[in-house]
Antibody, heavy 117, light 112 residues
């Protein structure tokens, strides 16, 4: 059974950084792309970017290029996303998802990030 | 970036009705390999999104046949015939043809 285990809720102060994790079991992340998506309170889904864990190549949505940094550790089968220079607008649920050739196969349950002083 | 415009923003239906959601793209979503990477997801409150349709019209495993995806190029539609209680939630179209990938803004399906 494939499972994506995301790290727990984060409370970050403005201007600081947080690093979220997404540990995958039952699926080798070398064989897929790991995507990240966010959802601000009461809003829609927003694609942040993806990483190819096999080589570390990344693609970001323009607005997240200086906000998010995606990495992956194939030895622990875990993907990471660091969010920097936190602002209140970064308050959201952040989902990781595995994407095969055609669609998002599996999703994590999401990590709530709250930015507040 | 590709903009996906979903209409309507919300849809109030009676159980058993048909519902139709449109997703229009600012660019053609046909990829150079001939495939069109347009998907539909349903998100229920407090849950992660779940896949309904991929490559415009292919139902994901276990998705009832009352969900029908259609379209080509820049114009796509998701039809739900005979809406049932478990169909309520927010529907999103998503394109993976172009980088960056993008979601539509969502359509909330609710009971009248």
């Amino acid at each position: 059974e494939v499972q994506l285990q995301q790290s727990g809720a984060e409370l970050g102060k403005p201007g600081t950084s947080v690093k979220l994790s997404c540990k995958v079991s039952g699926y080798n992340i070398r064989n897929t792309y790991m995507h990240w998506v966010n959802q601000r309170p009461g809003k829609g889904l927003e694609w942040i970017g993806r990483i190819d864990p096999a080589n570390g190549n990344t693609i970001y949505a323009e607005k997240f290029k200086s906000k998010a940094t995606l990495t992956a550790d194939t030895s622990s089968n875990t993907a990471y996303m660091q969010l920097s220079q936190l602002k209140s607008d970064d308050t959201a649920i952040y989902f990781c998802a595995i994407r095969g050739d055609w669609y998002f196969d599996f999703w994590g349950p999401g990590t709530m990030v709250t930015v507040s002083s | 970036d590709v903009v996906l415009t979903q209409t309507p923003v919300s849809l109030s239906v009676t159980l058993g009705d048909q519902a139709s959601i449109s997703c229009r793209s600012s660019q053609s979503l046909e990829y150079s390999d001939g495939y069109t990477y347009l998907e539909w997801y349903l998100q229920k409150p407090g849950q992660s999104p779940q896949l309904l349709i991929y490559e415009v019209s292919n139902r994901f495993s276990g998705v009832p046949d009352r969900f029908i995806g259609s379209g080509s190029g820049t114009d796509f539609t998701l039809k739900i015939s005979r809406v049932e209680p478990e169909d309520l939630g927010v529907y999103y179209c998503f394109q993976a043809t172009h980088d960056p990938n993008t979601f539509g803004a969502g359509t909330k399906l609710e009971l009248k």
